[in-house]
């Protein structure tokens, strides 16, 4: 791997951390960057988890220091994410993307237009009773559901926790945001051991991907706070434009 291809890399890890930070879907520039700089497929998906714990690690702080999180949900959704994530990770060869990918497309497009024709939503929290059944169900879909599909594919896994916890608990974007990036954190841990056990992590260059990515989510999560929840609003509907695009022509062109 020479110089230049490290200098993407590099760059593509800040990038990432930021998208993260603000709306998830770092992944679709940190992956497809390993993967062009000849990263085998399962490495580079070893590798963006490595890198990507730190970042949304360091978010999920930042976001914790300005913004109340809801310990009852947050934690044990962050336990139960690490359980369903390394599953996830560990069956990921046995689940055929054909046909997984259109479905998840069809989830972005459906969220996409969800949150276009509603524009308010997510703007400001709904103010919904936290009830037992909401908080069970939040932590069913957030910490197995959508965990278990971050071990086996990944892209969108940010924006599918932050509509979630909006839907759910009526949270607006910044909140929902917060809460995603620590069970965002526990799916990255979750798919990195079962990566590391199977030895496919590059730890060196992982190493240097991850200190960029703190830095991007860094400033990602210090933008979300100052800038609020239109602002996540609008990234997120640019990353969910994206994200289809990306999967459309990974499905249909490739």
Wanted: glycine share 12%; proline share 3%; aromatic share 8%.
């Amino acid at each position: 791997m020479d110089t230049a291809e490290i200098v993407l890399l590099l760059a593509a890890a800040a990038g990432a951390g930021w998208i993260d930070a603000v709306v998830g879907g770092g992944g679709l520039l940190q992956l497809p960057a390993l993967l062009l700089a000849g990263v085998s497929p399962v490495q580079a998906l070893a590798t963006n988890k490595f890198a990507a714990v730190f970042g949304t690690a360091s978010a999920a702080v930042t976001y914790a220091g300005t913004t109340k999180i809801d310990r009852r949900v947050a934690l044990p959704a962050g336990a139960a994410a690490v359980v369903f994530a390394g599953l996830g990770a560990a069956s990921a060869a046995a689940i055929s993307r054909e046909v997984l990918i259109p479905l998840v497309m069809a989830a972005l497009v459906g969220v996409a237009v969800f949150v276009t024709f509603r524009p308010a939503f997510g703007v400001h929290p709904h103010g919904r009773p936290r009830t037992r059944a909401r908080t069970s169900a939040a932590i069913a879909v957030t910490g197995a559901g959508i965990a278990f599909y971050d071990g086996i594919v990944g892209p969108g896994t940010g924006t599918f926790l932050i509509i979630a916890f909006t839907v759910i608990l009526g949270m607006d974007f910044v909140a929902g945001s917060a809460h995603s990036k620590i069970v965002n954190s526990c799916t990255n841990l979750g798919a990195l051991l079962v990566f590391g056990f199977q030895g496919h992590v590059l730890w060196l260059l992982g190493l240097a991907m991850a200190v960029c990515n703190m830095a991007g989510a860094q400033i990602g999560a210090r933008m979300a706070l100052r800038r609020g929840a239109r602002f996540v609003r609008v990234v997120l509907l640019c990353v969910v434009a994206v994200m289809v695009a990306r999967l459309g022509y990974e499905r249909f062109l490739l």
